[in-house]
Nanobody
Framework: QVQLVESGGGLVQAGGSLRLSCAAS?????????MGWFRQAPGKEREIVGR???????YYAASVKGRFTFSRDNAKNTGFLQMNSLKPEDTAVYYC????????????WGQGTQVTVSS
């Protein structure tokens, strides 16, 4: 079992930065093979922001590439999403997700953290 808890959301002006954290706990926390980040804006479907494999391989959605960066502290079973040059359209609830058994999907989800970017 794995529990994921996000933190670090908040209100920031356009052009600013935020760093989200996703702390994994539970007996299988260290076995997570991939951590994905998703977001859902009001009235819109959830979309993928990207993912970081345990190998270090990354994928970024085109809308965030060059502005967002994933990292992971394996010793602390914590993933990070550094968001720079934020835009109002980045406003959403951000979720982290952990892959343990799935081949391409995610088995565990955090509760989400609100990110609001003002213009």
């Amino acid at each position: 079992q794995v529990q994921l808890v996000e933190s670090g959301g908040g209100l920031v002006q356009a052009g600013g930065s935020l760093r989200l954290s996703c702390a994994a706990s539970g007996r299988d926390a260290s076995r997570i093979s991939a951590m994905g980040w998703f977001r859902q804006a009001p009235g819109k479907e959830r979309e993928i922001v990207g993912r970081l494999l345990k190998s270090g391989d990354t994928y970024y959605a085109a809308s965030v590439k060059g502005r967002f960066t994933f990292s992971r502290d394996n010793a602390k079973n914590t993933g990070f999403l550094q968001m720079n040059s934020l835009k109002p359209e980045d406003t959403a609830v951000y979720y982290c997700a952990g892959r343990l058994r799935s081949l391409t999907g995610y088995d565990y989800w955090g509760q989400g953290t609100q990110v609001t970017v003002s213009s």
